[in-house]
């Protein structure tokens, strides 16, 4: 049995939310939201526990794909139930299932209506994120990334605000219309190989012209995902309008979705498509760092703002990647991560002064330091990570990331710290108009501090910041082997030693 | 006198619905209107009693009979089973929907019966007399059907537009069969296909048959551009009838453009290709375009059709043989869609109230969560989102259509399904996050129930397992075109 369990590791990380989400969804009683609440959270913290083992057993040496297992799925087509994950993958799936425990916990007395589907929702999309992180086949792969949309497509639809249903069609729609064409690019490699299997595909060689078009296919998919500019206009919409569970999942891992996906297909796949259009990945990067800091500056809505500053903060991740150096993808990876807890304690920190004014508007706020001390310092703490304090995970990744750059171009670097500034000068300033000053309104002055169930979640996201921030090593190590051998991929050319008949 | 007899033995399930069609039409005679649920049992009897007998004499082995103008292979034996549990959703969905509204009669099971003979006999068809004939009478029980429901202006107006465009693509449809049967100078399928291959060059009269027999088929199936009969007639028709139309006799129209344009003309490949090219990306594009504007369910799921059917041709142009298979999978999954989709629209109507309003879907969610859910995986079925059996059935044909070349016609296609996407996610907006306008309680019998939820989480489940109906899929065509 234990043997079992421990085969089948990632089958468990991905399963066990479904499951329990349907459990939660099937014992659902409107007239006692508080058992749905407890059975969501015991199935969240189980869900949370089966991730455990892929920390604990995973062997730091190794760069390729571990705790590997599958079957024949549809054998019409090829295509496998094939799983693995690598020191990539590892720490991006305890992030999920992390994640979801805290948005269960968020939303405890947060949402009052219908408990059970919004409970159910968010489990089962732990466990089809999961799945994309640890799917090895490229359907179903797909199946997972395609069918996450529904449970998110509920939730901001469901429970979110004024303009939700705009907001989340937009989302739906976008994500949608990149993933298409990604099939249409996995159909043409399965057409070509015969086999849905990334690594057959990773061994396909290709001339550059296809490849930039596969390039291009995959691309599409995964810069709506990250998002980049200029695709990236669905997010501030999504962000605003979803409850704080759905923008934290939104900011925490959907966003990482399409970070990992450009390192396990779009890159290896296409490696010299990905070293020809670095130029215009880099420029597209730098403008999301700089233009979008900018953007974040001017908002008004704090949901807003945090959104603004994910897009900006992202585009640190896709210039890490396209630097095709050690330290520079190793930092974007590290700022995934990073951006995970900060992002989420960010918008968690929106919550709860949502919870209580129902405003998200920064000039509803002034003074909030005086009634809610305790959590005025977590407010802080979490934006000065966000500016990318030395200390903080925040700082690690970004730094790292330039590191990378200056070996490259000294312009980059300078353009990626530079924003540092403007990172510092929008998130500061919201600080400032928020938290310090005279007590703005009476609402202001009627807030309570923060009770312990949000205490406590703080607490934790504020430790695992510190706790990255300080002692990196726990996640390079990890990823180290894995970046080593996918730079190794990256630099493979795949052109054909002689183009094929007919091209 | 032997032949005679293995002449009937071989198409024995179509006279027991012949014979049963005829039972009911007398009985409901002599029956009192409390006891018609005799006539139900007895067509959802002779449903079973067919398909047991034809399940029983299934043989890999192809068999003709009635001088080889009728064929019992593969694909006739499984698309007639499911002919039948297609056939007998219905009769379980419209039951509450037929007594609410005086149709629970005698005449409603007999004309479906009859409808469903014709269905038999187009896909057991060998010969283009035999596939007209079926084609014929599918056509007049749907007629009449359609114009049941007698007082009603709008369903008779729906029946008078349908039947003289029906007819008029009927006349087509013999028109170019009587060049083809001119120039070959025989009915018979496989003797048009062999007069075809010995290399006679093929006369432009051929080409011009092969246009009217398309022309015929694409009335038929409802692509563009003779679509304009389908969003009507889906509207005026009692619901229950739309379920009919909009269904199984896709699975005949299916095999009727198997027979027709893969076994007796294959050597028109290249030109009956490129006709259907036309007609596929016309079908999605309209289809999927004009549905966005539609407010009523009914003439929305027309337009959706028409879209699906633009698919189905994907698969076909590509005229290969997993071309074919894939167009078989991707009709069956419209079938059970489809079947689902009225379902539930049956079950939300009430005594003088259809719901046929996009808005009276409004707010189900709240009403009753557990046919929002069937619902909703219905949309997303649809919309050929995984882990939903509609997902495998679109990868499947663009797959085909890839194979064969087609790749900037698949990118139109993908573009299209996301614009067909549109119009699904607004059907599970108005369930789950707007307020129910209509706060009456659902009341359906529990069989309808029990087989609604069976046939929606089957698009789940098939959608997580697609593969034994994609196996079965390919048995039926690779036994019956090799």
């Not at chain 1, 009052?112 to 179903?140: E, H, N, P, T, W």
């Not at chain 2, 449809?173 to 003797?191: D, F, I, K, P, Q």
């Not at chain 2, 009969?229 to 889906?234: E, F, L, N, R, S």
């Not at chain 2, 071309?323 to 379902?343: D, K, Q």
């Given at each position: 049995m234990q043997n079992y369990f421990y085969h089948h590791l990632l089958s468990f990380a991905i399963w066990l939310p479904v499951l329990a989400g349907v459990v939660v969804l099937a014992s659902a009683n409107e007239k006692k939201p508080n058992a749905t609440r407890w059975l969501a959270l015991l199935g969240g913290l189980l869900s949370f526990l089966v991730t455990i083992p892929l920390y604990t057993q995973f062997n730091f040496a190794d760069g390729g794909l571990q705790f590997q297992e599958g079957f024949s799925w549809i054998p019409a087509f090829n295509i496998n139930y094939h799983l693995g994950a690598d020191g990539l993958a590892v720490p991006l799936i305890l992030l999920t299932s992390f994640t979801t425990l805290i948005v269960i916990i968020a939303a405890w007395e947060v949402i009052q209506k219908r408990v059970a589907q919004y409970m159910a929702c968010f489990l089962i999309m732990s466990g089809l994120m999961i799945g994309v992180f640890s799917a090895l086949d490229a359907i179903l792969y797909y199946v997972f990334w395609e069918a996450m949309l529904i449970p998110m497509f509920l939730v901001i639809g469901i429970w979110g605000g004024p303009n939700r249903v705009y907001a989340t069609v937009k989302f739906f729609l976008y994500t949608l219309l990149g993933s298409l064409l990604m099939l249409v690019a996995f159909i043409y490699l399965y057409l070509n190989t015969g086999s849905f299997e990334i690594a057959d595909f990773y061994r396909f060689p290709m001339p550059l012209q296809v490849q930039i078009l596969v390039f291009l296919a995959f691309f599409v998919a995964f810069a709506v995902k990250i998002p980049m500019w200029p695709v990236h206009t669905w997010l501030p919409d999504a962000h605003v309008e979803a409850p704080t569970g759905g923008s934290v999942v939104l900011a925490a891992i959907a966003l990482k979705l399409g970070g990992y996906s450009f390192l396990r297909f779009?890159?290896?796949?296409?490696?010299?498509?990905?070293?020809?259009?670095?130029?215009?990945?880099?420029?597209?990067?730098?403008?999301?760092?700089?233009?979008?800091?900018?953007?974040?500056?001017?908002?008004?809505?704090?949901k807003k703002l945090i959104a603004y500053?994910?897009?900006?903060?992202?585009?640190?991740?896709?210039?890490?990647?396209?630097?095709?150096?050690?330290?520079?993808?190793?930092?974007?990876?590290?700022?995934?991560?990073?951006?995970?807890?900060?992002?989420?304690?960010?918008?968690?920190?929106?919550?709860?002064?949502?919870?209580?004014?129902?405003?998200?508007?920064?000039?509803?706020?002034?003074?909030?330091?005086?009634?809610?001390?305790?959590?005025?310092?977590f407010a802080v703490f979490f934006a000065m990570a966000n500016t990318g304090l030395p200390g903080t995970s925040g700082f690690v990744g970004e730094f790292m990331v330039i590191l990378g750059a200056i070996q490259i171009n000294f312009w980059y670097a300078f353009l990626a710290a530079f924003t540092l500034i403007f990172g510092a000068a929008y998130t500061l300033w919201m600080v400032k108009r928020v938290f310090y000053g005279e007590v703005a309104n009476d609402q202001v002055a009627a807030l309570s501090d923060l009770n312990k169930r949000e205490f406590f979640i703080l607490a934790v996201l504020a430790l695992l910041v510190l706790a990255l921030g300080v002692y990196p090593q726990a996640v390079t190590d990890m990823t180290n082997a894995t970046v080593n051998e996918l730079l190794t991929h990256f630099a493979q050319s795949k052109l054909p030693a002689s183009l094929p008949a007919g091209l | 006198m032997e032949t005679i007899r293995y002449d009937l033995i071989t198409a024995l399930p179509e006279l027991i619905v012949l014979c049963m069609a005829m039972v009911i039409l007398l009985t409901d005679l002599f029956i009192s209107p409390a006891r018609r649920m005799v006539i139900y049992s007895m067509a959802q009897l002779t449903l079973l009693a067919a398909a047991y007998f034809s399940f029983s004499s299934h043989a890999p082995s192809v068999s003709t009979a009635f001088s080889g103008a009728f064929i019992d292979d593969a694909m006739a034996d499984v698309l007639k089973l499911m002919m039948y549990l297609g056939t007998s959703f219905i009769f379980v969905y419209s039951r509450q929907y037929l007594q609410h509204r005086g149709m629970f009669r005698g005449e409603f099971y007999a004309l479906v019966l009859f409808s469903l003979l014709g269905m038999m006999v187009m896909v057991s068809g060998q010969s283009m007399l035999t596939l007209y004939v079926g084609l014929e009478l599918l056509s007049l029980s749907l007629y009449a059907l359609v114009a049941m429901d007698r007082d009603n202006a709008k369903a008779t107006e729906a029946a008078m537009k349908y039947f003289v465009l029906g007819a008029l693509a009927s006349g087509m449809l013999l028109y170019g069969m009587s060049m083809v049967y001119g120039m070959t100078g025989s009915l018979n399928l496989a003797e048009i296909n062999m007069a075809l291959m010995s290399g006679a060059k093929i006369h432009a009269v051929m080409i011009l048959g092969l246009v009217f027999i398309v022309a015929g088929l694409a009335f038929k199936l409802g692509a563009v551009p003779f679509q304009m009969w389908v969003p009507d007639v889906y509207e005026g028709s009692p619901?229950?009838?739309?379920?009919?139309?909009?269904?199984?006799?896709?699975?005949?129209a299916f095999a009727f453009v198997i027979r027709m344009l893969v076994q007796a003309l294959p050597t028109l490949a290249v030109d009956w290709q490129q006709m259907l090219m036309i007609m596929a990306v016309l079908s999605i594009l309209i289809g999927n375009i004009t549905a966005i504007a539609q407010t009523n369910l009914k003439r929305m799921l027309a337009y959706s059709t028409i879209s699906h059917i633009g698919f189905v041709l994907?698969?076909?142009?590509?005229?290969?043989?997993?071309?074919?298979?894939f167009a078989m999978f991707y009709v069956v999954s419209y079938v059970l869609m489809t079947l689902a989709g009225f379902g539930i629209i049956l079950?939300?109507?009430?005594?003088?109230?259809?719901?046929?309003?996009?808005?009276?879907?409004?707010?189900?969610?709240?009403?009753?969560?557990?046919h929002a859910f069937l619902m909703l995986i219905v949309m997303f079925s649809m919309a050929g989102v995984p882990p939903t059996l509609g997902f495998y059935a679109k990868f499947s044909v663009l797959q085909a259509a890839l194979a064969a070349g087609y790749i900037w016609l698949v990118v139109f296609a993908v573009l299209?399904?996301?614009?067909?996407?549109?119009?699904?996610?607004?059907?599970i907006k108005l369930m789950y996050f707007d307020d129910p306008l209509d706060t009456h309680s659902?009341?359906?019998?529990?069989?309808?129930?029990?087989v609604l939820g069976f046939n929606a989480l089957a698009l789940l489940v098939i959608g997580l397992m697609p593969e034994k109906l994609m196996e079965l899929c390919i048995y039926t065509i690779t036994s019956s075109l090799s």
């Amino acid at each position: 049995m234990q043997n079992y369990f421990y085969h089948h590791l990632l089958s468990f990380a991905i399963w066990l939310p479904v499951l329990a989400g349907v459990v939660v969804l099937a014992s659902a009683n409107e007239k006692k939201p508080n058992a749905t609440r407890w059975l969501a959270l015991l199935g969240g913290l189980l869900s949370f526990l089966v991730t455990i083992p892929l920390y604990t057993q995973f062997n730091f040496a190794d760069g390729g794909l571990q705790f590997q297992e599958g079957f024949s799925w549809i054998p019409a087509f090829n295509i496998n139930y094939h799983l693995g994950a690598d020191g990539l993958a590892v720490p991006l799936i305890l992030l999920t299932s992390f994640t979801t425990l805290i948005v269960i916990i968020a939303a405890w007395e947060v949402i009052q209506k219908r408990v059970a589907q919004y409970m159910a929702c968010f489990l089962i999309m732990s466990g089809l994120m999961i799945g994309v992180f640890s799917a090895l086949d490229a359907i179903l792969y797909y199946v997972f990334w395609e069918a996450m949309l529904i449970p998110m497509f509920l939730v901001i639809g469901i429970w979110g605000g004024p303009n939700r249903v705009y907001a989340t069609v937009k989302f739906f729609l976008y994500t949608l219309l990149g993933s298409l064409l990604m099939l249409v690019a996995f159909i043409y490699l399965y057409l070509n190989t015969g086999s849905f299997e990334i690594a057959d595909f990773y061994r396909f060689p290709m001339p550059l012209q296809v490849q930039i078009l596969v390039f291009l296919a995959f691309f599409v998919a995964f810069a709506v995902k990250i998002p980049m500019w200029p695709v990236h206009t669905w997010l501030p919409d999504a962000h605003v309008e979803a409850p704080t569970g759905g923008s934290v999942v939104l900011a925490a891992i959907a966003l990482k979705l399409g970070g990992y996906s450009f390192l396990r297909f779009a890159m290896p796949i296409a490696p010299d498509a990905a070293h020809h259009l670095t130029p215009y990945m880099i420029s597209l990067s730098l403008i999301a760092i700089v233009y979008i800091a900018l953007v974040a500056l001017v908002q008004k809505d704090m949901k807003k703002l945090i959104a603004y500053s994910s897009i900006s903060h992202m585009g640190f991740v896709t210039l890490g990647f396209f630097l095709f150096n050690n330290i520079g993808l190793e930092g974007a990876i590290v700022q995934m991560l990073s951006h995970g807890f900060i992002s989420a304690a960010m918008f968690l920190c929106v919550g709860v002064l949502y919870d209580r004014v129902h405003s998200r508007q920064i000039e509803a706020y002034g003074g909030v330091a005086n009634t809610m001390p305790a959590f005025a310092a977590f407010a802080v703490f979490f934006a000065m990570a966000n500016t990318g304090l030395p200390g903080t995970s925040g700082f690690v990744g970004e730094f790292m990331v330039i590191l990378g750059a200056i070996q490259i171009n000294f312009w980059y670097a300078f353009l990626a710290a530079f924003t540092l500034i403007f990172g510092a000068a929008y998130t500061l300033w919201m600080v400032k108009r928020v938290f310090y000053g005279e007590v703005a309104n009476d609402q202001v002055a009627a807030l309570s501090d923060l009770n312990k169930r949000e205490f406590f979640i703080l607490a934790v996201l504020a430790l695992l910041v510190l706790a990255l921030g300080v002692y990196p090593q726990a996640v390079t190590d990890m990823t180290n082997a894995t970046v080593n051998e996918l730079l190794t991929h990256f630099a493979q050319s795949k052109l054909p030693a002689s183009l094929p008949a007919g091209l | 006198m032997e032949t005679i007899r293995y002449d009937l033995i071989t198409a024995l399930p179509e006279l027991i619905v012949l014979c049963m069609a005829m039972v009911i039409l007398l009985t409901d005679l002599f029956i009192s209107p409390a006891r018609r649920m005799v006539i139900y049992s007895m067509a959802q009897l002779t449903l079973l009693a067919a398909a047991y007998f034809s399940f029983s004499s299934h043989a890999p082995s192809v068999s003709t009979a009635f001088s080889g103008a009728f064929i019992d292979d593969a694909m006739a034996d499984v698309l007639k089973l499911m002919m039948y549990l297609g056939t007998s959703f219905i009769f379980v969905y419209s039951r509450q929907y037929l007594q609410h509204r005086g149709m629970f009669r005698g005449e409603f099971y007999a004309l479906v019966l009859f409808s469903l003979l014709g269905m038999m006999v187009m896909v057991s068809g060998q010969s283009m007399l035999t596939l007209y004939v079926g084609l014929e009478l599918l056509s007049l029980s749907l007629y009449a059907l359609v114009a049941m429901d007698r007082d009603n202006a709008k369903a008779t107006e729906a029946a008078m537009k349908y039947f003289v465009l029906g007819a008029l693509a009927s006349g087509m449809l013999l028109y170019g069969m009587s060049m083809v049967y001119g120039m070959t100078g025989s009915l018979n399928l496989a003797e048009i296909n062999m007069a075809l291959m010995s290399g006679a060059k093929i006369h432009a009269v051929m080409i011009l048959g092969l246009v009217f027999i398309v022309a015929g088929l694409a009335f038929k199936l409802g692509a563009v551009p003779f679509q304009m009969w389908v969003p009507d007639v889906y509207e005026g028709s009692p619901t229950a009838v739309t379920m009919l139309i909009s269904s199984v006799p896709k699975l005949a129209a299916f095999a009727f453009v198997i027979r027709m344009l893969v076994q007796a003309l294959p050597t028109l490949a290249v030109d009956w290709q490129q006709m259907l090219m036309i007609m596929a990306v016309l079908s999605i594009l309209i289809g999927n375009i004009t549905a966005i504007a539609q407010t009523n369910l009914k003439r929305m799921l027309a337009y959706s059709t028409i879209s699906h059917i633009g698919f189905v041709l994907y698969g076909l142009m590509s005229a290969t043989m997993n071309g074919f298979i894939f167009a078989m999978f991707y009709v069956v999954s419209y079938v059970l869609m489809t079947l689902a989709g009225f379902g539930i629209i049956l079950l939300l109507s009430r005594p003088g109230f259809e719901a046929d309003k996009l808005d009276d879907l409004k707010g189900l969610n709240q009403r009753s969560p557990w046919h929002a859910f069937l619902m909703l995986i219905v949309m997303f079925s649809m919309a050929g989102v995984p882990p939903t059996l509609g997902f495998y059935a679109k990868f499947s044909v663009l797959q085909a259509a890839l194979a064969a070349g087609y790749i900037w016609l698949v990118v139109f296609a993908v573009l299209m399904a996301v614009i067909g996407a549109f119009y699904y996610l607004r059907v599970i907006k108005l369930m789950y996050f707007d307020d129910p306008l209509d706060t009456h309680s659902i009341s359906a019998p529990m069989d309808a129930r029990i087989v609604l939820g069976f046939n929606a989480l089957a698009l789940l489940v098939i959608g997580l397992m697609p593969e034994k109906l994609m196996e079965l899929c390919i048995y039926t065509i690779t036994s019956s075109l090799s």
